[in-house]
């Protein structure tokens, strides 16, 4: 699949176990230019090497809850790029204290916090992208089951990525009259830094190798693979979907 001049602006690379580093290392073996964000001092040591290794094009700080970061960003694009094809959002946290306990007990600020984090941010970088982009482009961003069943100590993450899942499809009708599509993938559990801190992982990852129907949990390279067709004309009729990609578990009933 030759996606070659296309360009992608990654956003939620932590470091190589990281999904998005799986989607930019995929597109860039099949010929997309990126370009990289990281969210603060402490990443920019693990994103730009990174960055480097895969030929970014740049690698800027965006804080995606200052906008004047969300700004200056954009004003890299235009610099650089001139046009977005591709964006990629795995942007998601919420505060440790809330991802364990009850979710009834869920604080103010651990809501707010994770819902301006792992959804608002979808809203406000599509804002911001949309002049960048034209009929064809494609915006893709990462879900996970807990967005519609309960799974233990996930709480407030889990009524985050209903929230994503349900701004992806307004999204999706109101960017859909320029051509551009909008997609969330539900990937499985893997082993990323964001995961590490929901309490109980193993467990989940346990479970989804005993019960799912391919018998395995999924990797990064998995996901890679979905967000390339997503990425590519092959979806070209794809827009507003949330598409599994979890070995199949979110099929099974009791």
């Known amino acids: 699949?030759?996606?070659?001049?296309?360009?992608?602006?990654?956003?939620?690379?932590?470091?190589?176990?990281?999904?998005?580093?799986?989607?930019a290392k995929k597109l860039k073996e099949?010929?997309?230019?990126?370009?990289?964000?990281?969210?603060?001092?402490?990443?920019?040591?693990?994103?730009?090497?990174l960055s480097e290794e895969l030929g970014g094009a740049f690698c800027v700080k965006c804080d995606v809850t200052d906008d004047a970061d969300i700004e200056k960003t954009f004003k890299t694009v235009s610099e650089k790029f001139g046009h977005i094809d591709i964006l990629v959002h795995a942007v998601a946290y919420a505060p440790a204290d809330d991802l364990?306990?009850?979710?009834?007990?869920?604080?103010?600020?651990?809501?707010?916090?994770?819902?301006?984090?792992?959804?608002?941010?979808?809203?406000?970088?599509?804002?911001h992208a949309e002049p960048f982009m034209s009929e064809g482009s494609t915006i893709i961003t990462m879900t996970y089951y807990g967005s519609e069943k309960v799974v233990k100590n996930y709480n407030v993450m889990g009524v985050a990525k209903a929230a994503l899942e349900s701004s992806v499809r307004y999204l999706a009708n109101e960017l859909g009259e320029k051509g551009i599509r909008v997609n969330a993938i539900s990937a499985?559990?893997?082993?990323?830094?964001?995961?590490?801190?929901?309490?109980g992982f193993k467990t989940i990852l346990a479970c989804i190798e005993e019960k799912s129907p391919l018998r395995r949990n999924i990797t990064g390279d998995d996901v890679a693979n979905t967000s390339l067709y997503l990425c590519s004309e092959l979806s070209s009729g794809v827009t507003g979907e949330v598409i599994y990609v979890d070995s199949g578990y979110n099929i099974l009933g009791i």
């Open 188 to 199: 499985g559990p893997i082993k990323t830094l964001a995961a590490s801190g929901i309490s």
């Open 100 to 127: 364990k306990g009850r979710f009834v007990d869920t604080s103010r600020e651990g809501f707010k916090t994770a819902m301006e984090i792992s959804v608002f941010s979808l809203v406000n970088l599509a804002k």
């Open 1 to 23: 699949m030759d996606l070659k001049g296309k360009k992608a602006l990654i956003f939620g690379v932590a470091n190589q176990k990281s999904i998005a580093y799986s989607i």
């Open 30 to 49: 099949h010929g997309v230019e990126l370009g990289f964000t990281y969210a603060g001092e402490q990443l920019q040591r693990r994103v730009e090497p």
